[in-house]
């Protein structure tokens, strides 16, 4: 194929798509506050360079978001590299995500988890909020604060998740590691950063195996002396917790709700 040629079009939308994509949605809400007509993508393409600072303000307008300080403008620099978007806005991270709670969705499903060595998971926005609203307020008892480091160990489950929300959600920043890392390994990514808090399984499944970790993770423990608090999750139900004077089961943890 020449560069002259275009590759043929596989598939392209019907009008009903088009419609009723979020990309649809929001045309038609700029249309219905006066902005356009816009004929098809192109043009809503075009209208958001020539009219950048409307355009993003729309677009935060309509998705919702939410914000403790509002911004001073949409743009205070141009200059590329060092655009400057939102100048003076403060938002949380976890607020956002976490704002369909406090809504029609507080009762619909979050989260499903599936985990090979436990029954499947359900939670709620509502569920999912009080949970990192727990951790959160857990956190903070230990003495974590905004700008402190909060650990995980974790597989990817519900754990992690309300683990970065209640971090993000004080200001502090979260980091992770699987579980099936070497101790040097994990020690080398947490050992630079310092973390206050610590969240961490006893072990994990996988492939229909059992790898119980508790031993190797009470090491992993000695060897960052700037934590104040770790959390252990039983993440394998019929083995021993995770041994220390700083460990709080997760379910102790989530007792402050």
């Known amino acids: 194929m020449s560069k002259t040629e275009q590759a043929p079009v596989v598939w392209s939308p019907n009008q009903d798509t088009l419609t009723g994509s979020r990309m649809g949605q929001f045309k038609t809400a700029l249309e219905q506050q006066g902005f ?67 809504g029609d969705h507080a009762n619909k499903e979050a989260v499903v988890a599936y985990c090979e060595t436990r029954p499947v998971l ?54 992770s590691a699987s579980p099936d890392f070497g101790i040097g390994a994990i020690n080398d990514r947490f050992g630079q950063i310092e973390p206050a808090a610590l969240i961490v399984v006893n072990g994990y499944g996988y492939g229909g195996k059992v790898f119980a970790r508790q031993h190797d993770f009470a090491e992993l423990i000695a060897g960052l002396p700037s934590l104040k608090v770790v959390v252990s999750i039983a993440q394998l139900p019929e083995e021993a917790p995770i041994p220390g004077e700083l460990v709080t089961p997760w379910d102790d943890a989530l007792e402050s709700r």
């Open 36 to 102: 356009g007509p816009f004929t098809d993508y192109h043009a809503l393409h075009q209208w958001s360079i020539s009219e950048l600072d409307t355009f993003w303000q729309k677009v935060w307008d309509y998705c919702g978001l939410i914000c403790d300080t509002p911004a001073q403008s949409v743009l205070g620099s141009r200059n590329m590299p060092g655009a400057e978007w939102f100048p003076g806005m403060k938002l949380n991270f976890a607020a956002n995500l976490l704002r369909l709670a406090d």
């Open 122 to 175: 359900r939670r709620t926005y509502a569920e999912l909020k009080a949970d990192t609203g727990a951790l959160e307020a857990f956190l903070r008892s230990k003495g974590i604060n905004k700008g402190d480091r909060v650990a995980g160990v974790v597989t990817n489950g519900y754990e992690a998740l309300v683990g970065m929300l209640a971090a993000t959600s004080l200001g502090a920043i979260w980091s």
